[in-house]
């Protein structure tokens, strides 16, 4: 195995997002992220505080959604949203683009949108990760192709001063032919085009359809340096039982569809 434990460990945002989780819920997840030791929950806003004083000594960040899941707030809502978690002790902030502005063609108020939001948590020392929500992205827009948009918004974060760029919230749901709703969240065709279309300062994060630890693999694989994921303990499980048998290796499976 190339890659040790810390490394696959340290690349885990584990996420504490679903609508009804109670506050039971959220800090048996604070301590699930301590005990296997990853780089940060990824928590609701109303909770990073409590948040904070679970993971005291840890070693594992607290992160907050702004913006969440949609992107749909005013920019100067975001704000305010960011300047109260980093406040309360967030360290890293994963914020929502305004998609309808990107596929509208107003790129100058998406970057405004985003570079509040980086301003105001990097006056804070915390980090952002700017979430395109790559499902509904499919078809492009504003006279892009799907690929040419999502550079585009690779190179206007860059701008903007993110840290991360992130393919998905993992609840980005699509209506399917048969009226159901899904989603694919990270793909290997979006991590390697996000990847290759930011300069080395910005990182990229993958969310959705990354539940084991081939597929997590498999994303540090392609250039990923984070991982929303709720499978933390399945995978993490995973490493040790092949670590004790002797079956660690480097063959990295694909990355599902669905699933954060």
């Avoid at 006279?143 to 991360?164: H, Q, Y």
């Avoid at 694989?221 to 933390?232: E, P």
Wanted: glycine share 12%; hydrophobic share 35%; aromatic share 8%.
């Amino acid at each position: 195995m190339k890659y040790t434990y810390s490394d696959l460990a340290k690349m885990i945002d584990h996420s504490l997002l679903h609508p009804t989780m109670t506050d039971a819920d959220l800090e048996a997840g604070c301590k699930l992220a301590a005990k296997y030791q990853v780089a940060s929950v990824c928590i609701k806003p109303y909770a990073v505080k409590q948040a904070v004083e679970w993971l005291k000594g840890s070693g594992v960040l607290v992160g907050c959604v702004i913006g969440f899941p949609h992107g749909n707030s005013a920019t100067e809502s975001k704000r305010y949203e960011t300047q109260l978690a980093c406040k309360e002790g967030a360290a890293e902030i994963d914020m929502v683009v305004n998609l309808g502005k990107a596929l509208s063609g107003d790129w100058d108020y998406v970057e405004a949108d985003v570079k509040a939001v980086c301003d105001e948590a990097h006056s804070h020392g915390a980090k952002v990760k700017v979430i395109f929500e790559n499902d509904y992205l499919t078809a492009g827009g504003a006279g892009l192709s799907s690929d040419e948009f999502k550079r585009k918004l690779c190179e206007l974060c860059e701008r903007a001063g993110a840290d991360w760029v992130k393919t998905s919230t993992g609840y980005g749901f699509v209506k399917q032919p048969d009226g159901s709703y899904n989603y694919k969240g990270a793909t290997e065709h979006d991590l390697a085009l996000m990847r290759a279309s930011c300069s080395e300062k910005v990182q990229v994060k993958a969310a959705g359809g990354v539940r084991d630890l081939d597929g997590l693999i498999k994303v540090r694989d392609l250039g990923g340096s984070r991982c929303g994921a709720t499978a933390t303990a399945a995978m993490m499980d995973d490493y040790r039982k092949r670590e004790a048998a002797g079956t660690l290796d480097n063959a990295a499976g694909k990355i599902g569809a669905g699933g954060y």
